[in-house]
């Protein structure tokens, strides 16, 4: 009686398996210019995730696909769209870039599929375009602007020059990072904007020098952000007193200026390979899997966020995604570095984050030894409040 019981319950759960198997698409920039940072890095954490949880789910196969977004809203769209409507995935990782996020979350929400976004700083996604399907993972804008020109600004760094890229991110970066220096008693004295792709930062750099302020923020990213760090000590500017705060990057862009470049500068991260003996036994796990790539927080987020979904996926008793998102909601994240971890009703992964200013050479013991922390924040104090939220979902609250 109890073994046909037990079989019975088995035969429903794996029932509401859709497909006979549990399908994560990782939808990546595996050609462009963020390919360094996720592409196969992504796919090899999204399988990582999947070995460690055993490779099946309520008694079905797990089964892993990508596809290269180009980092074109309209093919992630299209892919997205595919997969859900004629491919049977029941959920999508990464998703790198800010446009490429948004254009998928519209289908994910429309086919009330779980989106696992990783790859994405924009706060739109748990803003007013969030979706109860959709959790952000890893990052976002807001935290690691108020992460740096919070921080920083208390511990004296209270004058600040902006080096601004010219379009809607450097934009919104430079907004959120003045506020957060203004309110911690500093003064935001001066700012320039260049155009995206700038070859040459000389000028802009003279200028950020003669303002005279302690901390040049830098409100950009990728090869402007390396470029203008690189020109910034070939000028001499940290030498002579100046310091250079980072509003967003990687610890393989720290890897790739070397610390004689980089050292000195500060920085916000939800996540440092080197933190503890759990962040290191992953970490090295996942290079011996991945030819010695140091993961960043985009590579443990979408692990994390993996993860997370199957256990989610094991506690509904159902892949169907209003459910599952409900249950991840429900559940807290808990992995190598997430401690009891909430996803709001926003669909924001509450994440501590931490200042970290890169060490010099001398300083530094091994590969990968980049950073000193400086600080550490809770999800609460990183991220933007629900009171200040224009998510439909939570602006009732």
């Known amino acids: 009686m109890i073994a046909a019981a037990l079989m019975a319950s088995s035969a429903v759960a794996h029932a509401q398996i859709s497909g006979d198997a549990v399908r994560i698409g990782v939808l990546t920039d595996h050609s462009g210019g963020f390919a360094y940072l996720v592409g196969k890095h992504s796919v090899e954490a999204t399988q990582m995730a999947v070995d460690d949880f055993g490779g099946k789910v309520l008694g079905k196969p797990i089964e892993v696909i990508t596809a290269d977004h180009q980092n074109k809203a309209d093919i992630a769209a299209t892919l997205t769209r595919k997969w859900f409507d004629t491919e049977g995935v029941d959920t999508v990782t990464d998703v790198a870039g800010s446009a490429v996020a948004l254009a998928a979350q519209e289908v994910a929400r429309s086919r009330n599929k779980v989106l696992l976004i990783s790859g994405a700083a924009t706060t739109e996604l748990t803003g007013k375009a969030c979706s109860a399907t959709t959790s952000q993972w890893s990052y976002d804008t807001y935290a690691f602007a108020k992460g740096t020109a919070s921080q920083v600004t208390k511990q004296g760094g209270n004058s600040w020059f902006f080096l601004t890229s010219d379009y809607a991110f450097g934009h919104s970066l430079q907004k959120d990072a003045s506020h957060f220096v203004e309110q911690n008693g500093g003064k935001v004295l001066g700012s320039v904007r260049f155009p995206f792709g700038s070859p040459d930062f000389s000028s802009y750099l003279l200028q950020a020098q003669a303002s005279k302020a302690k901390v040049i923020g830098l409100a950009m990213s990728g090869a402007d952000l390396l470029s203008s760090i690189k020109q910034a000590r070939e000028f001499g500017i940290v030498q002579s007193g100046q310091s250079l705060a980072s509003l967003v990057i990687y610890i393989n862009d720290i890897e790739g200026l070397g610390l004689d470049v ?13 933190a503890n003996e759990e962040t290191r036994a ?55 570095y997430n401690k009891n971890v909430q996803i709001r009703a926003d669909g924001r992964v509450m994440h501590r984050t931490f200042l970290m200013r890169v060490k010099s050479p001398a300083e530094s013991k091994y590969r990968g030894d980049f950073y000193n922390v400086l600080a550490e924040m809770s999800g609460e104090e990183s991220f933007k409040p629900l009171s200040e939220s224009q998510c439909p979902l939570v602006a009732a609250k």
């Open 282 to 336: 992953w970490s090295k796990r996942f290079m011996e899997r991945s030819n010695g790539f140091i993961p960043n927080l985009i590579t443990a987020g979408t692990y994390a966020s993996v993860l997370h979904y199957l256990k989610a996926v094991e506690a509904a008793g159902t892949d169907e995604g209003k459910a599952v998102a409900a249950k991840m909601k429900e559940m807290p994240v808990n992995d190598f």
């Open 262 to 274: 980089a050292q000195g500068l500060t920085l916000t991260t939800s996540f440092y390979w080197d």
